[in-house]
């Protein structure tokens, strides 16, 4: 049985949405890609108040079974980073609202979990994003793509099929680079307990 992932790219201006529904077996197929605008122009409550009307229209749509956001990183831009952990906020409180459970993930989580690789661009998250979705084109803006690459994140760390598999079975060449990771952070984390 599919799980479906909403993965969330918070952002006042864009709102990056998308929904997977992945199976038992990590593999992936898209329900719904999207990403909600508010003018700039308009009041901060009001742009938030178009945001979370859009999340919530997705939710009503899709009926998604949990929900994931990408986590919020301080940046140069304090105006825009206060946005960001607004709508990431809105979107959090939203699923909660539903009984979903929420997650959040760091983009160096994501980019480590769809590329095997934590410092990959943008470009590499796209192609592997439609590659693993089977889509025949990127999904744009990058807004979308990084929302799905969230949703994905979520579903192939947590889900009912973890990356742990030592064979590897069925799984992406990122996959396993991403259990590869999770296997030597559970060792180092071993092993700082035994040393304390």
């Not at 990403?35 to 009307?53: F, N, Y």
């Not at 952990?85 to 929420?102: D, F, H, N, W, Y």
Request: hydrophobic share 45%; glycine share 10%.
């Amino acid at each position: 049985m599919a799980t479906r992932v909403l993965g969330i790219d918070p952002g006042l201006t864009r709102c990056g949405i998308g929904v997977v529904d992945v199976a038992s077996n990590r593999t992936a197929a898209l329900v719904h890609v999207g990403v909600i605008r508010s003018p700039v122009d308009a009041e901060p409550g009001d742009r938030l108040a178009i945001i979370a009307r859009g999340i919530r229209e997705v939710l009503d749509a899709h009926q998604p079974d949990v929900a994931a956001v990408e986590r919020v990183f301080a940046q140069h831009n304090v105006a825009s980073v206060m946005g960001t952990a607004q709508v990431s906020g809105i979107a959090l409180m939203l699923a909660a609202e539903r009984g979903l459970p929420t997650a959040t993930h760091t983009p160096s989580e994501v980019k480590a979990a769809i590329t095997g690789y934590g410092s990959a661009e943008k470009a590499q998250v796209q192609h592997m994003v439609a590659r693993v979705l089977g889509l025949t084109e990127l999904p744009k803006p990058a807004d979308a793509a990084d929302a799905l690459a969230i949703a994905l994140c979520h579903a192939w760390r947590s889900g009912p099929a973890r990356a742990s598999d030592a064979h590897g079975g069925g799984l992406t060449a990122a996959q396993r680079a991403w259990a590869d990771a999770e296997k030597r952070t559970r060792v180092g984390r071993t092993n700082i307990r035994t040393w304390r």
